[in-house]
């Protein structure tokens, strides 16, 4: 029997039909209305309205809150003429900012203005042939769609005015692009662009509002140059709270050759006639436009004025995007949004069991979690495009872990979630992005990853702290669901992932959320009061982010409120906050004593990891000099309170460098830095990858590691 739903949510209202008695969930997700961060109704995240009689579970989950009708998807069942509600969602706060140095730029796609005979029956070459001959290139990988629509952009630019150059390419100099030009003979010399120690990149910093789709006012946009004294200046990211956090950005070494595609020269040559400047061609009327070269393989054609570049950060909570200006060198827009697979579970493991239960069913049609990233960044692309007045983009730089990116591409993740823990693949990838399901005619680099559990945005990061560089020993964590750790001494990195689950994204705690307005983000002692917290956005409290719970935690060991075992006591300056096994923070904002173990087992997992890694260097930690921190978590917590909970070792609390959405940097350096292609390379061959579940010290580092630690009056874990 067919059940038919009525789903209202904040963009209008739709019916929606499924059998009587099925759940609900399944059926919004598809649909793309609710997020599952559990997907088993455990969460208690799945929140819709309906006039539905509670369960058990529902009761447990939401208490008091059940009166307002307030539910749970995944314990509501479909009735005919069910009405229901979605929540209006949240503004979601991306981190979209990061710490950068300068380096030897030159986008891996270099533009050729060329310059071609109209065709005549003297000369019947084809239409690809002249193209690739005016661009000094004798290969080429565009596309059936890119083929089909040569002649005619070739005819179009050859009713362009004899002699008019674009008024959009008036500002542009005669160093931005490799420019070349065709003689009568066809023979091509070519002038490319210096890139010096002078050579930077403008960051627009700031964090990025899902809801409005606009960057934050006020937020700096800063050119980065190499020069040591920017570099010892350089402003730190903001936090999830908006605050100024103080972060070193990694000093920027020797420049490195970069082989792909850039080609040095002479001027246009006096057989021509005629000077490659303004980023046009010549003034006889010829063809002029830009071939897009990668390798010394034609990739691309244009006749935009300026290159960009759209770099794309895919993690599994969220996705951040910026539109790069290759020319000017400025990040010129950003968006970041919730990972539209979230309503899949907020992990890994849950979308590779979604991504294999399709698979099996045998079903037609699309991949679901891969339309849902495909149709994601399609849209942000688009938005971002729009938001700039351009049209396309010639390259795009995409990153993320190793099962985002296999989903991204539609490759079967099912190896990554299973033992021995095989991808399907690692490599690399170079291919039109319109192959990828993207509306835009560039090309799309895929980074590649180490192993099933240290990906992309692992090597990203990499690139971003210059790991490819000699620098003293380091460790780079990037805290979130999967807490990869790598650490650098010698010239060899040793890298792991633990499993932290989602505890410090707010998914699993009672009053967990998502860096959102309202979300409680820093707590401190206050003599009159016992505790005093801020809020992002300084609205009322609604519940804790990551860096709320850590600072809370902290405050309960300091004040003698909470055990080395983890167990809460009514005692000291915090007693009176202390009812019902919880620490009450704020009306109806709780941190219990079952999300403080949850807090124990997710930092226990990565203290774990930085010990087996230390362990297989020979290393101390005292030994490290700089502890890098990488995305949106690591970039808002206090180092001193992930020292006083054992997250890291106290040692390290003064030596924190913040790097922010490291992985978008390193995706950006990877475009456009000389030599990056074959550093990230570099990187992957100097990794020895540990797996945790199969090293003999890492259980019993993983149960030591499970207290908080002892602190005596130096403030030093006394079990160090």
């Not at 200006?325 to 493991?349: F, K, W």
């Not at 009159?528 to 850590?550: E, K």
Request: proline residues 5%; charged residues 25%; hydrophobic residues 40%.
């Amino acid at each position: 029997m067919k059940a038919t739903l009525i789903i209202r949510h904040h963009a209008g209202t739709l019916t929606l039909e499924t059998e009587a008695g099925a759940p609900v969930a399944p059926l919004l997700r598809e649909a793309g209305l609710l997020h599952l961060p559990c997907g088993v109704g455990k969460c208690g995240k799945c929140l819709i309205y309906a006039d539905t009689e509670p369960c058990a579970e529902e009761r447990a989950l939401l208490g008091e809150r059940i009166a307002s009708g307030l539910r749970l998807a995944c314990h509501t069942r479909a009735t005919d003429g069910l009405e229901i509600r979605i929540p209006r969602p949240e503004a979601l706060r991306v981190l979209t900012s990061f710490a950068q140095s300068g380096y030897a730029f030159r986008p891996i796609v270099e533009r050729r203005a060329f310059a071609v005979e109209a065709p005549s029956l003297d000369d019947q070459r084809s239409d690809l042939q002249r193209l690739m001959d005016a661009c000094a290139v004798d290969r080429h990988a565009l596309d059936l769609d890119a083929l089909a629509a040569l002649p005619a952009f070739l005819r179009a630019q050859a009713e362009e005015r004899s002699g008019e150059t674009p008024a959009s390419d008036a500002a542009h100099s005669p160093r931005d692009y490799a420019e070349l030009c065709v003689s009568e003979e066809g023979r091509t010399e070519a002038s490319a662009p210096e890139c010096g120690p002078e050579s930077g990149l403008e960051s627009a910093r700031g964090t990025k509002d899902a809801s409005s789709s606009e960057v934050k006012e006020n937020q700096d946009v800063k050119r980065i140059s190499s020069s040591e004294e920017e570099r010892k200046n350089l402003a730190a990211p903001e936090s999830e709270s908006g605050r100024q956090q103080e972060a070193s950005a990694p000093e920027c070494g020797h420049e490195s050759g970069h082989e792909s595609g850039h080609e040095s020269g002479s001027e246009c040559g006096p057989e021509s006639g005629r000077t490659a400047k303004d980023g046009a061609s010549c003034d006889d009327g010829r063809i002029r436009a830009f071939g897009l070269v990668h390798g010394h393989e034609l990739v691309g054609y244009t006749a935009s004025a300026r290159p960009h570049a759209l770099i794309v950060d895919i993690g599994t909570t969220t996705v951040a995007a910026l539109l790069v200006d290759l020319r000017s060198r400025e990040v010129v827009a950003v968006r970041g949004e919730h990972n539209a697979q979230s309503s899949y579970g907020a992990d890994v493991i849950s979308r590779i069991r979604h991504e294999t239960e399709w698979r099996e069913s045998g079903a037609h049609g699309s991949n679901p979690l891969r339309a849902a990233i495909v149709g994601q960044i399609a849209a942000l692309l688009r938005g971002l495009l729009d938001e700039a007045g351009i049209a396309d983009v010639d390259a795009l730089s995409i990153t993320g872990n190793t099962t985002m990116m296999h989903l991204f591409c539609g490759l079967p993740a099912e190896g990554i979630g299973k033992a021995p823990f095989i991808p399907a693949s690692l490599a690399p990838l170079r291919l039109p992005a319109a192959a990828l399901g993207l509306p835009s005619q560039g090309t799309a680099f895929l980074m590649p990853g180490i192993s099933s559990y240290i990906g992309a945005d692992i090597v990203a990061s990499l690139l971003a702290a210059e790991a490819h560089r000699d620098q003293p020993p380091f460790l780079l964590v990037d805290l979130g669901t999967n807490a990869e750790t790598v650490l650098g001494v010698g010239g060899k990195l040793y890298a792991c992932s633990a499993a932290a689950g989602p505890c410090f994204e707010g998914a699993t705690l009672s009053c967990g959320m998502a860096g959102q307005e309202g979300a409680i983000d820093a707590v401190f002692p206050d003599s009159q009061r016992g505790l005093s917290f801020t809020t992002i956005g300084d609205a009322p409290a609604r519940g804790l982010c990551g860096s709320g719970v850590l600072d809370a935690v902290a405050l309960l060991l300091d004040a003698g409120a909470l055990d080395e075992t983890g167990r809460l006591e009514a005692e000291g300056p915090l007693g009176a906050h202390i009812r019902d096994d919880a620490l009450v923070l704020a009306d109806g904002v709780r941190l219990t004593q079952r999300d403080i173990r949850e807090v124990q087992l997710a930092k226990a997992a990565v203290r774990a990891g930085i010990d087996v890694l230390l362990e297989e260097a020979g290393l101390a930690a005292s030994d490290v000099a700089c502890l890098y921190l990488a995305g949106g978590f690591g970039s808002a917590i206090r180092p001193g309170s992930a020292a006083r909970i054992g997250l890291i070792p106290p040692e390290l609390a003064g030596r924190v460098r913040v790097l922010g959405n490291a992985a978008g940097c390193g995706a950006l350096r990877y475009v456009t830095e000389e030599g990056a292609d074959k550093s990230s390379l570099s990187i992957i061959r100097r990794t020895r990858y540990v797996e945790l579940s199969a090293h003999p010290g890492f259980t019993t580092a993983y149960v030591d590691r499970m207290c908080f630690p002892e602190t005596g009056e130096d403030g030093v874990d006394s079990r160090l």
